[in-house]
């Protein structure tokens, strides 16, 4: 799959069909889109992908917020790429580019630099500057300059629709296993692995350390876990988590630690998957390393057979 970011290069102007949105977790109801416009792409012979906003639009207008993005660039890009596309056009979100009216988005940055075939997007999905673009103007746009669009609908679960917000709110409230179900798959945590004080070698728990960056906090806690390398074809593994503070040994600040089960390799700056299963218990302080180890060993005896048990259908 191609990376292109800028609508100015002459290597952009493909004809494609494109799925237009932001796409923060690539969740069930995105998926949707995306294989909307890969399966017109394909039945047309033109070549299909999304088209993106890096960063997220809030990060620019909110830049206060806490951490919320469920799939920074990196991880958002193998989960696009996953969906069997041949593009994706990951456009810097600026100032300048916030300013664009809806017509000049869709004559400057569809029509003139993409030259798009046809779009495909949610059919709630708001563009241009104040959000001034909607649907039925795009279709509009669309029937006068040459190119097809499509609205797709929204996607329910148990009667709700599926939303990246809702999926957040799942996740801070230390529900992964629903989460999960909306996305399609485990939530995903992925960063480079960094050198900690290397206790856990001390204690018999090595851990992978991993910061979260621009991604959203879950739940404090410890979670079942299942992580692979982001490599092709990296096996997966099982495992335990902590994500917080480590009150235990006066740790300040927050991190996701996590042991492997039965795993011996380096992973010092490599980048790895966590993808969160079942969430375990809350983050507290013990009476010194004696009982956080014997605290530790339940927590990976728990995730070990929570793991084992057959995976809920998602």
């Given at each position: ?20 949105g932001n796409f923060d ?255 375990l218990r809350g983050e ?20 070990r057979a929570l793991l ?7």
């Amino acid at each position: 799959m191609r990376i292109i970011r800028h609508w100015d290069e002459p290597a952009a102007r493909m004809g494609a069909v494109v799925a237009l949105g932001n796409f923060d977790g690539v969740h069930r109801g995105h998926r949707a889109v995306i294989e909307t416009a890969r399966r017109i792409g394909r039945a047309a012979g033109a070549p299909a992908g999304v088209l993106t906003f890096e960063p997220h639009p809030r990060q620019l207008f909110r830049p206060d917020d806490p951490p919320f993005r469920l799939t920074p660039f990196r991880l958002k890009a193998r989960l696009i790429e996953e969906q069997g596309l041949d593009v994706l056009y990951a456009l810097p979100f600026d100032r300048p580019f916030s300013r664009l009216s809806a017509d000049a988005f869709i004559a400057e940055v569809l029509v003139g630099g993409f030259g798009v075939r046809h779009v495909v997007a949610g059919s709630d999905f708001m563009f241009g500057r104040d959000r001034g673009g909607s649907m039925p103007l795009l279709a509009e746009q669309g029937a006068a300059m040459g190119f097809g669009v499509t609205a797709a609908e929204p996607v329910s679960v148990d009667g709700a629709i599926v939303s990246s917000s809702r999926i957040r709110r799942l996740l801070s409230e230390g529900r992964p296993a629903e989460a999960a179900q909306l996305l399609g798959r485990p939530w995903e945590i992925e960063g480079r692995v960094e050198a900690g004080r290397r206790l856990g070698r001390t204690i018999g728990f090595p851990t992978a350390n991993i910061a979260l960056g621009e991604c959203l906090r879950p739940a404090v806690g410890v979670y079942a876990v299942e992580a692979r390398l982001d490599e092709a074809g990296a096996p997966l593994w099982n495992g335990v988590a902590n994500f917080g503070r480590r009150p235990t040994i006066d740790g300040t600040s927050l991190w996701l630690e996590v042991h492997l089960f039965d795993y011996s390799g380096d992973l010092y700056g490599r980048h790895l998957r966590v993808g969160l299963r079942e969430y375990l218990r809350g983050e507290r302080k013990f009476d010194g390393l004696a009982a956080l180890t014997a605290q530790i060993a339940e927590d990976a005896a728990q995730a070990r057979a929570l793991l084992a048990a057959p995976a809920a259908t998602i």
